[in-house]
């Protein structure tokens, strides 16, 4: 304590407590030595450690703390023993700082501090761990690099077949999944395919240590987020990663398995011997695996005899074929159409090309050479997948992708089986009366000018289920590589009719003068009775009487086919029904503008057609047929009609499994798109045609028949679509060269093919279409399709005066006799279609599912604009057929359109 509070010494004596006090203070042992030399408790204080005696027990505790033994520390000066030491021999003392203990290896929380400091690490702690974790992670990674060994590509890289089998779960065939490589030493593999690969892929391969540490961060954090490994892979992690075919998951352990492995290969394998197994090994698509099979594959050469043009192409390939082989792959992608995929290839090579003369690989003089794409070959030459086989391989297999469960490279490396929905017995009845048909009637030799690149394209869909049961897709799928049952471009022409019908009875036509109820047009729903003009050369009008313009202000007149009326003059009214049945284009043209295009078009969509499939929404004509589905989904829309309105996709795959159990099972899914009424009145409609109709071709004894014929301008494409309650089936026929070489293909007109003066779908398609349907029908038990109750009003005039055509004069007997209003001027013939895309990767089209978007035009003018149109202010129209009878109906009658 300090001077001015210390207490006036004890008086000497005392009784017993000074006794005690003395007793104490007399003791012996290192505490009184410490007091003075005489020991005395009541000597004075010296001049260095100013004791004084003290008057209490607690007094004489507090000195002894103050003043311990020699271990203990003495108290700070001017602190009167409050912040003293701890204490001495005869226990704690009461100071804040804990007793000195052993010291601990890691001093946190640090003994030594005070509230949050506590918990800031020292700098010491910091580096330790920093300098301990790296040390870690150098001794885990050089115990990883010593346990992976370089993998050996002969016994990893084994793959498996894919096996396809028929409805009835017999094999179809075993295919798809073996590796089509031969592997060439690096002499063998150009210069420039090497030099092709390392420019665009890795220009340092020959320098680095077999990593890209930027591209692998930039893949673990893809992986990591859930995204792909996108770039910055060495040629030497390809290499292993093509190598390592038991693990090709995207995952942050896979990726360093990769690593290490590539660090492993990087450092024992000379450099030329992994780019020799990295091209070996690659995949180029078209089931090819190496540089030589590639070769084969696109060039049908050896890969010693590749050009430099030709290296930069197949380098393009190794971006991933199915956006780049320009053959397209649409069955994968709808994107990657052969055209997108031309261009998007020939980018790739050029830039190729740049890189190599800009690394010092190619000359400038050699790199001028290739300034467009090589020709290339069509994919598939497997015999085994000849006839209709690889049509139905590729189908399913695009099915089979498009499910999402099992990838195209999953595919590649095989071991699936693949249960699909087609018959047998049905495909062989489909491809044996097209060859009937086409044997009988088409000689190529007989009328070059006429009977060459015909083709004909199918599909048999059933109705209770949308399972499809056969297609016809060509002559032969390892030598015609489109699948005519899939996407082609011929429009379906008057077979889209029907559609109109039934948007006319589902939504009904708009009233004139009527107003708006909630929001929406006043309508009436239609009967079949519902009356419509069938003269030829009808000026179009708007639903509320004005006449029809387009953005020109150009005016339109819609032709029949033939250039006649149907009806009675001088008004030639007719109904609905026989509208259908004798196919007037007029009619059915008004009746989609009454109704609105908007409803056609939703009505096509509702029943099963693809949106993209759907072309010239805007212009009448589309109601007769401009559109361009596939035959898979025309059979599947009609089998809407079948059903009652039921409406269910095409699919052609029921179920896939591997060794490891059930991949995916398919799952039939019905939507109602129209009300049974609705459909029943639809299909007793086309019953009418088949019965007294343009369809009667296609009748089959003792069955009840609903169909449609349809047969473009032009006369470049021809169609029958027709079903019964039990098998829906449509069939199409067109002229369009096969030859990949040339430029701006077309369609070809169809006037005198198989010798015949048209070609209607009246003709050759409804014969198809009857032969097979008897065969295919053969052993069922006849149907009879649900009597439809009464639907909508007669709308418009009086019924006709005669139920039957009439037709009217011919525009050449118009020229001749007197006229009281000039002839309205046609229009001349539209341009060409373009080329049809086609589908897939080795020419797989997509199960009625990715359809062109109607780009192509079909033929010559049959109508006209009033005055002098462009020829390019609108899609086609469509025109009809002979009915079998030598009598022909419908017409033309749009800018280069189909006839109905």
């Known amino acids: 304590m300090s001077e001015h509070r210390r207490k006036p010494p004890p008086p000497q004596g005392g009784g017993r407590v000074a006794a005690r006090r003395g007793q104490s203070g007399s003791s012996s042992g290192r505490r009184a030595a410490q007091r003075g030399a005489t020991g005395s408790p009541s000597g004075s204080y010296g001049p260095e450690d100013e004791e004084r005696s003290y008057g209490s027990r607690a007094e004489a505790r507090r000195a002894a703390q103050r003043s311990g033994g020699g271990r203990r520390r003495a108290a700070e000066p001017g602190r009167g023993g409050r912040r003293a030491a701890p204490g001495g021999p005869a226990g704690a003392g009461r100071g804040r700082a804990a007793p000195p203990g052993k010291k601990r290896v890691i001093d946190y929380p640090r003994r030594d501090k005070d509230g949050w400091h506590r918990w800031v690490p020292s700098w010491k702690l910091v580096s330790g761990s920093c300098v301990a974790f790296f040390g870690a992670m150098v001794a885990a990674a050089g115990i990883a690099y010593a346990m992976v060994s370089v993998p050996v590509v002969s016994e990893t890289a084994t793959a498996q077949n894919n096996v396809y089998y028929w409805a009835d779960g017999s094999q179809m065939v075993a295919t798809g999944g073996e590796r089509n490589r031969q592997s060439v030493n690096l002499a063998q593999i150009p210069k420039a395919m090497r030099n092709a690969v390392i420019s665009q892929e890795n220009k340092t391969f020959y320098d680095d240590n077999g990593i890209d540490p930027k591209g692998i961060a930039r893949a673990v954090f893809n992986m990591a987020r ?282 009904g036509v708009r009233d004139p003068e009527g107003g708006e109820v909630q929001g929406q047009d006043e309508r009436t729903i239609v009967s079949p009775k519902s009356i419509y003009s069938g003269e030829n050369d009808l000026k179009i009008k708007e639903y509320d009487g004005t006449i029809w313009q387009n953005e020109k202000g150009e005016q339109w007149r819609q032709e029949n086919d033939g250039e006649k009326s149907v009806g009675k003059a001088p008004d030639f009214k007719i109904d609905l029904r026989e509208a259908m049945r004798e196919s ?138 027709g079903y019964t309650p039990q098998l829906s089936t449509a069939i199409s026929m067109f002229r369009y060269p096969d030859d990949e070489t040339i430029k701006n293909r077309t369609f070809l007109e169809m006037y005198g093919t198989g010798g015949e003066r048209e070609i209607h779908g009246a003709s050759f398609p409804s014969h198809i279409w009857r032969d097979y349907m008897e065969d295919a029908l053969k052993g069922t038990k006849p149907e009879t399709f649900p009597k439809p109750d009464p639907i909508g009003e007669v709308i418009n005039d009086t019924p006709p005066p005669s139920p039957s055509p009439s037709p009217s004069k011919s525009k050449e007997e118009e020229k001749t006799s007197p006229s009281p209003s000039p002839s309205p001027s046609h229009s001349e013939t539209a341009p060409s279609p373009s080329a049809s895309n086609t589908c897939g990767v080795f020419g797989w089209n ?49 800018i280069a359109g189909p006839n109905g």
């Open 584 to 721: 007037v284009n007029s009619a059915f043209v008004q009746l989609g503008m009454d109704v609105g295009l908007d409803k056609v078009k939703e009505a096509a969509v509702d029943a099963g057609l693809l949106e993209g499939s759907l072309a010239g929404s805007g212009y009448p004509s589309f109601s007769i047929g401009v559109s361009d589905p596939s035959a898979i989904r025309m059979a599947g829309t009609y089998a809407t009609f079948a059903e009652s309105g039921k409406q269910r996709d095409p699919y052609s795959v029921t179920k896939v499994s591997n060794k490891d159990g059930t991949v995916y099972t398919h799952t039939v899914k019905t939507k109602q798109a129209f009300t049974a009424k609705v459909a029943d009145n639809v299909t007793d409609v086309l019953k009418t045609v088949v019965e007294e109709g343009t369809g009667t071709n296609a009748q089959l004894p003792g069955r009840e028949v609903a169909g449609k014929t349809g047969t473009t301008d032009g006369n470049k494409s021809a169609w029958f679509v």
């Open 226 to 507: 859930g995204g792909d490994t996108q770039g910055g892979s060495t040629i030497t992690q390809q290499y292993v990663k093509n190598a390592m075919l038991n693990d090709q998951s995207q995952t942050i352990s896979r990726k360093v398995k990769e690593i290490f492995v590539s660090v492993k290969v990087g450092a024992e394998e000379p450099k030329d011997k992994i780019l020799e197994g990295y091209l070996n090994s690659a995949y180029y698509g078209r089931g090819a695996y190496g540089i030589q099979a590639a070769s084969r594959a696109y060039f049908n050469v050896d890969a010693v005899d590749l050009n430099a043009g030709q290296c930069a192409f197949l380098s393009a390939m190794l971006k991933g074929a199915t956006y780049y082989d320009p053959a397209g792959a649409t069955s994968i992608d709808p994107a990657a159409t052969p055209k997108a995929n031309s261009e998007r290839a020939k980018r790739q090579m050029q830039d190729t090309l740049d890189k190599m003369v800009e690394y010092g690989h190619l000359s400038q003089e050699e790199r001028a050479k290739y300034t467009d794409l090589p020709k290339w070959e069509n994919p598939r030459s497997n015999t085994q997948l000849g006839g209709q086989i690889g049509y139905l391989v590729d189908l399913a297999k695009a099915s089979v992708i498009k499910t999402g469960k099992v990838t195209q490279k999953q595919l590649e490396q095989g071991g699936y089986s693949i249960y699909t929905t087609f018959e047998k017995k049905k495909v062989d009845e489909l491809e044996a009366a097209v060859n009937k048909v086409y044997k009988k009637n088409i000689d190529p030799e007989k009328r070059p000018k006429t009977d060459t690149h015909v083709q004909f394209g199918g599909a048999s869909v059933d109705p209770e289920t949308g399972a499809i049961k056969a297609i016809y897709g060509g002559q032969d799928a390892t030598k015609h590589f489109t699948n005519n049952a899939d996407v082609t471009g011929a429009q379906v022409g008057s077979t889209f009719k029907p559609f109109v019908l039934a948007a006319a009875m589902k939504w």
């Open 846 to 894: 997509c199960e009625g599912g990715q359809e062109n978007g109607g780009n192509d035009t079909a033929g010559n003018e049959s109508g006209g604009w009033e005055g002098s149109p462009s020829p390019s202010t609108s899609p086609s129209g469509t025109g009809e057929e002979d009915d079998g009878k030598g009598n022909q109906h419908g017409g033309g009658g749009f």
